[in-house]
């Protein structure tokens, strides 16, 4: 079972007196502020003369292993109409396999085009993990869907992600994520009134595409941070949370964070909340001791159970259950105790 | 003329005394409570222990013919991912072909996934048609979509609307009706605040592609048929009125009704208005005036009207002639009768 | 470089005594009421016993040479379901094109179906153009997409505007304009409470695949000229420039215009500001100072500047130096002496 509530990116080198700061406290976040996946970020959030730098302080922090309940996917250079950045992405992808390949989860790859570039960078990991000895298909890939030519191909590059018999989930791409900034320049549309457009059809398609190759889909990142009223200056805190609301709404997996205050904030919206975690509990106990007594087909609230049903039941249970074992604290502060041992000590297995 | 306002589902057995309750009453609704389409719900309307009961009812109703005035399309299990349920759809539709064949229009699948599963259900339709002796092509096919497989085919899923050389509604396929619960569900999505998102997008797509292929397009249910304020209790009007609206307005045929208000409402929204009807029946009979005069091109209010032009006024008498043939009280009711008259004597015959 | 801030048609014929009037105004118009494109419309915008005049109004403006500075885009008759409508169209084209072809940037088709009949449009033009002896592809041809088919098949007519290796913008096809209106009314959508839907999941796949292809987009028209309030009627400027700013924002690179007012609005709208000019002035004056002294790769405001990003400012750059060419009261009016200058002035080649 897969969590992906938050992508985190952290630029991976800044010019202060470490240059790790951010990369260094996202690894060490505690609570809610732990990310799902942290993102160390060699591309736009590292300036162009720190790249290398950045790139070493990856491999440092991380060599060795580190002790991050999350998955660590970087973020490297690429773009699909600029041959000497893809060049310096595939050297990067190489060199991070080669040193701490076992640490990572995969690898983000932004501003990819259509459908053969997205192949081309999954050639690079494919051969990057084969040079580094590690095991086959144990790096994924993820990428920023952000040019009109990923939009163009979005149901193709999607299906990366299934195995080749179609299997959901199979294929080396594992997470599409929408970069809204890149996307709108690229169309040549504009922040009228200061607000770029919120790509509802967009983001629906990210969505079922996803969701059709059992992949992973995460929305765009929300940079007005701060906002300022009557002389008081406040973390944005509404107007990030109706952009991930929405986000959760339409069935993305996760949102892209910023800042720790926003982490905590998607890590809440896209965990069960009590009260499905309590209903789909519930269900599964009668659902099994109806089982029990052995009466043939079994309904529960008038709903026949089928094993597609149980399916969705014991997703929220598991979902749960991996939140609770990275992150015992999160799960600890929003479900009460009686509930959680439920869901922890519930039978989910449908084929018992 | 085909006429699809409302898609009204009936559960096939309920826990009552009659078991047969909702359908019978369907059967006998009056006035603008008749639906045009009948959808006797042996699927999730009908409780699982109650399924065979359920499809008894439906026979029996029926066989020997019923005075329904609409088309009866009864909906069967199906599930793309489940082939036990298949199996049960499969047995449903080669049962009530047999017995009750000649009084269907059609039948509905529900959670169709992509192309391949909706071809496979064309086919059983096809086999089960032919071993029951009916006519080829007498019993249609609809399907609901409610998955990210049949969102991800909805282009092809469309195309089987059409003939093999693309004659527009020449296919088996006839209606696709959406289905925001399950779709919503399968993505992962959430009622934030209670609500579900709309999906504008897939809307847009299913009117878009049912035009292209002269098949039927209809919306989702709206299942909060009450609300309460300040201590009355009362039937929801507005909201449903306003989903349908919405619907009528991006071009889909008609609405679903879970209800006999929400008939009354969708069946009146998707019919013309007495100023469309007056603007159409007026242009025909100045264009056909015109003709007679000889004068080779027509032209009415400052429009040439052509072929295409004269048939879409041609429609709109002709979809109200098809509902005053079939459903005479409502006609009556929202047209005066020298406009109703004149719409039914004229000369609707482009190559008269 | 291309701008296309503006469409506006102009009946090519109109029942007045001077039954080019609306035509001559338009070529005759100064300042922000010149349109980038003018589009003579034989088709709906002139009535159909004035289509032989209208053609021959045409003619006789533009033959000889006409002194206006945008693109002039006749639009003819068609549709890709009424034969006798694209013979008309045929032989309009080749009239046109052997009369006046050389002061023609293109012809525009409307109402296509599906890409074959784009592709038939296409061919059309291709052999009109070989017959007058015209330079292979110097008549391009845009398109109204304003059927079920079109948009159906959108990726595959945006295709048509890259070179047969993908070239953006090497094919025949330049541009793709919205037609609500027949769109509408062809899904069967109605304008309840008098607005028709907007239509935003088509607008945001218009300007993907016109962008996919270095093609235009261009929105659909507004025809609510005049508003009245408390006794007054007032050009209803806010409404249209509401529409035009959410293309916009969207990335369509210009606006429908019916009246010379929303074509000053659309002028504006779609032209740089003075601040988004200022930027990217700026911008490439710093970076060609950091380059001038030699050190490596290049930062401005923290962004590295690689031939893609410098790609974008120069965009800018380009733009107001096109629309000065051809409208220095324009860019006089909106942008002061020394900005424009600098503009003018800046060494914009990357590879200098």
Same mark, same amino acid.
């Given at each position: ?8 990116? %952290?630029?991976?080198?800044?010019? &202060? ?67 000497? /950045?893809?060049?310096?992405?595939? $050297? ?7 040193? @701490? ?5 995969? *690898? ?17 990991? %494919? ?8 095991? $086959? ?16 191909? /979005? ?31 690229? /169309? ?9 457009? #919120? ?16 992949? @992973? ?10 906002? !300022? #009223? ?16 929405? +986000? ?13 205050? =926003? ?11 009590? #009260? ?16 029990? +007594? ?8 008038? =709903? ?13 249970? !598991?979902? *749960? #259950?991996?939140?609770?074992? &990275? ?12 509930? /959680? +041992? ?11």
């Amino acid at each position: 079972m897969r969590i992906a509530r938050t992508f985190q990116t %952290a630029p991976a080198a800044v010019p &202060k007196e470490n240059t790790a700061k951010y990369l260094d406290s996202a690894l060490a976040a505690e609570g809610f502020q732990a990310p799902d996946w942290l993102v160390p970020d060699i591309e736009d959030g590292t300036a162009p003369d720190m790249k290398a730098e950045g790139l070493e302080n990856v491999l440092d922090r991380l060599e060795g292993g580190v002790g991050f309940a999350g998955e660590i996917w970087p973020r490297v250079q690429w773009a699909y109409d600029d041959a000497s /950045l893809r060049e310096r992405g595939e $050297e990067e992808i190489t060199t991070l396999l080669e040193a @701490v390949g076992e640490e990572l989860a995969g *690898v983000v790859v932004p501003k990819v085009g259509r459908v053969e570039d997205v192949e081309r960078a999954r050639d690079v990991v %494919a051969r990057a993990e084969a040079d580094a000895g590690l095991p $086959e298909g144990s790096v994924e890939l993820s990428v920023i869907v952000e040019t009109a030519g990923a939009r163009l191909d /979005l149901r193709e590059i999607a299906q990366l992600g299934a195995g080749p018999d179609g299997t959901d989930g199979a294929g080396r791409l594992a997470g599409m994520i929408f970069g809204p900034v890149d996307y709108t320049a690229e /169309l040549g549309g504009r922040a009228i009134d200061g607000d770029r457009p #919120r790509w509802d059809g967009l983001l629906e398609a990210l969505s079922n595409e996803a969701s059709a190759n059992g992949i @992973v889909a995460i929305g765009g990142p929300f940079d007005k941070l701060f906002e !300022e #009223r009557a002389g008081v200056r406040f973390y944005n805190a509404e107007a990030y949370a109706d952009q991930i609301e929405r +986000e959760a709404a339409v069935g993305l997996d996760g949102s892209w964070s910023l800042y720790p205050k =926003q982490t905590v904030q998607a890590n809440h919206v896209h965990m069960p909340t009590t #009260r499905e975690l309590e209903r789909d509990v519930s269900k599964i106990e009668r659902f099994n001791a109806a089982k029990e +007594e052995g009466t043939g087909a079994v309904t529960v609230d008038g =709903q026949m159970v089928d094993e597609a049903t149980f399916k969705n039941f014991a997703n929220t249970v !598991e979902t *749960v #259950r991996t939140i609770h074992a &990275k992150h015992p604290g999160q799960t600890g502060d929003v479900y009460d105790d009686a509930l /959680l +041992e439920r869901a922890l000590e519930l039978d989910t297995d449908w084929h018992r």
